[in-house]
Antibody, heavy 116, light 110 residues
Framework: EVQLVESGEGLVQPGGSLRLSCAASGFTFTNYAMSWVRQAPGKGLEWVSAISGSGGGTHYAESLKGRFTISRDYSKNTLYLQMNSLRAEDTAIYYC?????????WGPGTLVTVSS | EIVLTQSPGTLSLSPGERATLSCRASQSVSSIYLAWYQQKPGQAPRLLIYEASSRATGIPDRFSGSGSGTDFTLTISRLEPEDFAVYYCQLYGSSPPRYTFGQGTKLEIK
């Protein structure tokens, strides 16, 4: 059974940093692209970033302007999202999701709150 | 940049009725890159349909997807109480890779 479990939830001040993790199990981690998708309170879904199965390709939503970095650790079967220069508008539930052109498995999400 | 517009914003129906949800792309897209998700309150989204018309594993056959070009439809043939949720369409673009979601349709009990 595929499982994705995010961690790293927290309250951070504007301008601060936070790293999210997503522990993956139940599938061959190297074979699948992975993404982060976020959802602001009461809003819709917004794709944040994706990384290829090999880790050689990383892609970001244009709105992030270089503040976020996606990575993956194959020895730990874990996906990461390093978030810097956080803003109030980054407040959201962050989901990790498995898949290339569509997302067939999602984690339960982890809440990031950016506030002073 | 391709924009996905879902309609209606809210759909009020009764159990047993048929639901038709629309997703329109701002320009013609490949249907193999169009997916649909269901999200219930407090839960992560769940994949329903991929490649516009293929049901994901475990999805009941009352859910079906169709469409091509710019117009795509998710149909729920006979609504069950557990189907009342928010539905999103999603498009994948390959050059460079990026993912676009529609704004969602809320399906509520009438």
């Amino acid at each position: 059974e595929v499982q994705l479990v995010e961690s790293g939830e927290g309250l951070v001040q504007p301008g601060g940093s936070l790293r999210l993790s997503c522990a993956a199990s139940g599938f061959t981690f190297t074979n699948y692209a992975m993404s982060w998708v976020r959802q602001a309170p009461g809003k819709g879904l917004e794709w944040v970033s994706a990384i290829s199965g090999s880790g050689g390709g990383t892609h970001y939503a244009e709105s992030l302007k270089g503040r976020f970095t996606i990575s993956r650790d194959y020895s730990k079967n874990t996906l990461y999202l390093q978030m810097n220069s956080l803003r109030a508008e980054d407040t959201a539930i962050y989901y990790c999701a498995k898949g290339g052109s569509y997302f067939d498995n999602w984690g339960p999400g982890t809440l990031v709150t950016v506030s002073s | 940049e391709i924009v996905l517009t879902q309609s209606p914003g809210t759909l009020s129906l009764s159990p047993g009725e048929r639901a038709t949800l629309s997703c329109r792309a701002s320009q013609s897209v490949s249907s193999i890159y169009l997916a649909w998700y269901q999200q219930k309150p407090g839960q992560a989204p769940r994949l329903l349909i991929y490649e516009a018309s293929s049901r994901a594993t475990g999805i009941p056959d009352r859910f079906s997807g169709s469409g091509s070009g710019t117009d795509f439809t998710l149909t729920i043939s006979r609504l069950e109480p557990e189907d009342f949720a928010v539905y999103y369409c999603q498009l994948y673009g390959s050059s460079p890779p990026r993912y676009t979601f529609g704004q969602g349709t809320k399906l509520e009990i009438k």
